[in-house]
Nanobody, 126 residues
Framework: QVQLVESGGDLVQAGDSLRLSCEASGETFTKYHMAWFRQAPGKERDFVAA????????YYADSVKGRFTISRDNSKNTAYLQMNNLKPEDTAVYYCAARLKYTSYSYSRQSEYNYWGQGTQVTVSS
């Protein structure tokens, strides 16, 4: 099974940018579709963005569309989330998630993903 480790979270000011990384190990990275979710204090975990195993299909939550970019480098076993023009409401713990690519799935549902990282904290001050 795949192990996922996120990094790149930080305390930033509104309008700043951050890039989160999610490094996978233990399995062939191209077997997996990847996604980012986030959980703000006192709230449920929400979908942020998803990318298929080849990078051919990408999906975003409406709240981040135009500001965030998901990508992956299969040669480095790593997925990324580039976050621009950050807002205080983006403050959350960000998690990357993976699921095997062999069946169809609903990309925005947490339950569709079998593997999760430990999360990385992003705090945006106003």
């Amino acid at each position: 099974q795949v192990q996922l480790v996120e990094s790149g979270g930080d305390l930033v000011q509104a309008g700043d940018s951050l890039r989160l990384s999610c490094e996978a190990s233990g399995e062939t990275f191209t077997k997996y579709h990847m996604a980012w979710f986030r959980q703000a204090p006192g709230k449920e975990r929400d979908f942020v963005a998803a990318i298929t195993w080849s990078g051919g299909l990408i999906y975003y939550a409406d709240s981040v569309k135009g500001r965030f970019t998901i990508s992956r480098d299969n040669s480095k076993n790593t997925a990324y989330l580039q976050m621009n023009n950050l807002k205080p409401e983006d403050t959350a713990v960000y998690y990357c998630a993976a699921r095997l690519k062999y069946t169809s799935y609903s990309y925005s549902r947490q339950s569709e993903y079998n593997y999760w990282g430990q999360g990385t904290q992003v705090t945006v001050s106003s």
